[in-house]
């Protein structure tokens, strides 16, 4: 895990360089375009909805980003953490984040591009557009398993409320079933616009999560070691354990190698980068300077909420924080209970829009590829005309989907796949995007 963190190190350390050797470019006076961008696939312009608002924009930033990651903050501090390194990092990354959003927005301003990868096509070349739609196929695969994963874990936990015998094997029928009997159908449908009510109820889980967290933290529930009912309840390796009090010098000044865990974590729970675009040109009368308002204040609102979150898990248990946050919980927790069911519903719903942009994404990827190879008859060309045609829709969706389940029961930690992601894919995607201002901008499209 630390050295798949160091990853995003050395890539922002590289971007940094870049970006500092790198003339600045003045703005371009082209015509802004009007079709909005899709926001995951930047596939072609939709007609455009009506604009939104600075506040309306600042919400819809907050309901994009804020994510299942939200669950794995408490894990990264509990790694080798203390507070105040963590509150830094916390608002570092955040900072970080947040410019490098914006500095996509302005990019969109410069060059008149509407998508993340039409302003890649702009600044790095059209050689290069499919890396775009490579890391946005990563991005999208990794949630989708992390999705799987929590629905298994959130079956598992709820299973074994209602009185069903639980196995090691549990998990793993749980999440095969809800692929088969939820996930799939979900998948494969065409039109997506019934599941617009899902960003709301998405929305309202991280809420309900962040407040029983807090009152969880606060009332004690908690502490007292076994004489707390719920605390009895527990397996060893979840019950809280502090090995450092909060105000004792390594309590507060904690800070290793370790680290790294939580700045992957952060990296994941903030990247929402390749949906920039789409936010600038659906802003009313945007302009840079709008843009940075609704950027900068719904950044700010993201560095509060997780921090909050990740201070309050681990002032709950400390060094046993488990990745997934509700593992922590009591199952007899009636607040918990209810966190589980909110997060399920979410995600259950959410998981079919991950894998839209999967599979857009790796269908684009696939198309630009086989334009490379000159050889008509080459096997490798036909494979990737085979999965980028419109015929093949239904056996990739199943073939991701077969992928998907079998890592997420494989892998019983969603911590691996999240420290693992936010490392490599939070680096390249969020940090590399200071290239787009300080590469040349009057390349030919």
Known sequence: MVRASAASVALLLCACVLAAQAEPRPALAIARKTPRADLLSAKQPR???????????????VNNVAGAGILTLGAGMAAGVGWIPAVLICVLVGALSGYTFFLIGAACDMTGETSFKGLWSRTMGKESTWLVDGSITLVCLSAAIIYSGILGDVATSLLSLSGVTTTSSTRTLAICALT?????PLSLLKDLS??????????GAILYTALFVAVRALDGSYHGGDASAFVKSLPAH?????????????????LDAK????????????????????FYS?????????????????FTILTVLYTFMMGLAYATFGSNTASNLLH???????????????????????????????????????????TKISNKDSPMRFALVKVASPESRVPLVLSLLAL?????CTLTDIGVIVGVSGALLGAAVVYLSLIHISEPTRRTP
């Open 194 to 203: 019934a599941l617009a009510f899902t960003s709301a109820i998405g929305c």
């Open 47 to 61: 007609p455009q909805p009506p604009q939104s608002s600075v506040t309306m924009t600042i919400v819809q930033i």
């Open 238 to 254: 979840l019950k809280p354990s502090f090995h450092h009090t909060w105000s004792s010098a390594k309590g507060l000044m904690r």
């Open 180 to 184: 088969v009997a939820v996930l799939t």
């Open 404 to 408: 998907i389940t079998f890592v997420a």
């Open 328 to 370: 922590n919980y009591a199952e007899a927790d009636v607040l918990a209970v209810l966190g589980r069911v909110a997060t399920g519903a979410s995600i259950l719903f959410g998981f079919p829009l991950a894998m839209l942009g999967l599979r857009s994404s790796l269908s684009d990827m696939c198309s630009g590829l086989s």
């Open 282 to 298: 659906g802003l009313e009368d945007a302009t840079p300077g709008r843009f940075a308002i609704a950027v900068s204040i719904a």
């Open 259 to 278: 680290a790294l865990v939580l700045i992957s974590n952060l990296g994941l729970a903030f990247i929402a980068h390749y949906n920039a675009p789409a």
